[in-house]
């Protein structure tokens, strides 16, 4: 009898832990059902939600009509917010594919489910929703007042840039897209006649020749942007004479560079779709194009044949990797966002200056941008992006967005290993590229 007693408690003392632990696996479940079909109150005006995230569409699974409990993304941070609604309404492994009938959101917002896009002005809908909009920096309120918009007119396109590039399968190419502004004529001259010459270029160690086009993205630069002398003649002119430059019909300031990115793989995908790989970069900075060269055969090689190496290749951006960055919270710098816009860590991603990717991301960041709302800080938006694709970007060394140590800066020698560096004066990169043009490898 009192073995069997034993028996009894020893049983139970084993069954314990299995009892805990279905305990457990319930509750989890019960946490992700509710997770998963939970909206959060319908704080947003109804007709910047978009199509289908309202609960009587039918588009989305029945859900209760209050949070189980608080996810504290109903006091969350306007982009946090709207981005939540995005993420819920596009979500591949609820919805199946991204073409669910459904259309993207953001900056095709339909009013009212009527298909009309809301003209693209200042709206101040979504500063209503701030309540310190007033007292943010001016950069910011003009943000928040257009971040709704991102349809805007080419003013000066170059469409036969790539024409004639298409077929020739067995040359590889780079396309060079660089943010510029124009005024930055010296800038644009001075990369014109150094690493961003169009045309065939040479490996630095290799002996292929690779087809580099270069390309100038701007906005608008008048009196909207602060006290501008006109240059729209001269920029005629130099458009007419170099063709390679884009210009769009936005301002272009700080926090609109994310729109260069986003009408960019817009012309990219229509104009340019078999380039294969992309750098991107600001005008202030300097490129060993050569190595870079050498750098993208080796990768193209390494990655080619198994069908995973296939897929490395097409996921795959290179450069200076910055990972868990907070936003700056100090209103005096030009990086500052408030905690009402933004919450929470900033997503990998690769830092200012210049980044390259292949061209078979550009399609799918130019597909998956539709989903995500715009972001003030570029760099950033594109680590948004990344992340919602699953890729991780690739950190190589060589990127210096901040610079070699001063000491260095003028020994030729230095650069031995750098592929990228922040940043040069125009006059700089001209003696730089003149430095550089024997081979370093004596050093
Ligand atoms: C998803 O898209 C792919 C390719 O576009 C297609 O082959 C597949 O049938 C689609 N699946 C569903 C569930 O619609
Ligand atoms: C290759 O390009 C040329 C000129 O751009 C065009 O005429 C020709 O049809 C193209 N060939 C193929 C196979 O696409
Ligand atoms: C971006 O450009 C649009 C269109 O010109 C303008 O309305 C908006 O104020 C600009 N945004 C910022 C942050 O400068």
């Known amino acids: 009898m009192a073995r069997c007693r034993c028996g009894g408690r020893a049983l139970c003392l084993c069954l314990l832990p299995f009892l805990m632990m279905s305990h457990l696996l319930v509750y989890i479940m019960v946490s ?3 997770a998963m079909s939970y909206t959060p109150e319908p704080q947003l005006p109804l007709h910047f939600v978009a199509s289908g995230a309202s609960s009587n569409s039918g588009a989305l699974a029945p859900h209760p009509l209050a ?12 982009w946090n917010r709207l981005q939540h609604l995005q993420d819920r309404q596009h979500n591949p492994i609820l919805k199946g594919n991204s073409t669910g009938g459904s259309s993207p959101a953001t900056g095709r917002t339909t009013v009212l489910g009527t298909g009309v896009s809301p003209p693209c002005g200042p709206d101040l809908l979504w500063a209503s929703q701030l309540p310190d909009f007033n007292t943010m920096p001016e950069q910011m309120q003009d943000f928040v007042l257009s971040m709704h918009c991102r349809h805007y007119t080419l003013l000066m396109d170059q469409p036969d840039l790539c024409s004639g590039l298409d077929n020739e399968s067995d040359t590889s190419m780079l396309f060079m897209a660089i943010k510029s502004q124009v005024g930055h004529f010296e800038n644009r001259q001075a990369i014109r006649e150094t690493w961003g010459r169009s045309g065939w270029v040479k490996e630095e160690t290799g002996g292929k020749r690779w087809q580099v086009r270069t390309v100038f993205l701007l906005g608008r630069q ?4 602060g006290p501008h002398p006109d240059l729209g003649a001269l920029l005629q002119l130099e458009s007419k004479r170099y063709r390679d430059i884009l210009q769009w019909d936005f301002r272009d300031t700080f926090f609109n560079l994310t729109l260069k990115d986003v009408l960019f793989w817009d012309w990219l995908s229509m104009h340019c779709p078999h380039a294969h790989y992309i750098f991107k970069g600001d005008d202030d900075v300097f ?33 200076d990797v910055i990972a868990n960055a907070w936003p700056s919270r100090q209103p005096a710098t030009k990086y500052y966002i408030p905690e009402s816009f933004y ?7 690769a830092g200012g200056g210049g980044v390259v990717y292949s061209g078979a991301l550009a399609v799918r960041l130019h597909e998956i941008s539709q989903w995500v709302n715009l972001f003030p800080i570029d760099d950033v938006y594109l680590g948004m992006c990344l992340c919602r694709l699953g890729v991780l970007p690739v950190h190589h060394p060589g990127f210096l967005t901040f610079d070699l140590p001063e000491a260095d800066r003028g020994k030729p020698c230095a650069y031995h290993r750098v592929l990228l560096v922040h940043k040069r004066s125009p006059k700089e990169i001209l003696t730089l590229w003149r430095q550089l043009r024997p081979p370093l490898s004596e050093c």
Do not use: C, M
């Not at 189980?68 to 941070?77: H, I, S």
């Not at 008048?222 to 942007?225: E, H, L, M, R």
């Not at 050498?294 to 995973?308: R, V, W």
């Open 32 to 34: 992700i059902f509710v």
């Open 67 to 78: 949070a189980f409990w608080n996810l504290r993304l109903v006091d969350g941070a306007l």
């Open 222 to 225: 008048d009196t909207t942007t």
């Open 287 to 319: 490129v060993r194009t050569g190595a870079l060269l050498d750098y993208l055969n080796e990768h193209h090689a390494s990655s080619q044949g198994a069908s995973n190496r296939a897929k490395r290749r097409e996921d795959f951006l290179v450069g």
């Open 343 to 349: 919450k929470g860590f900033y997503p990998t991603y």
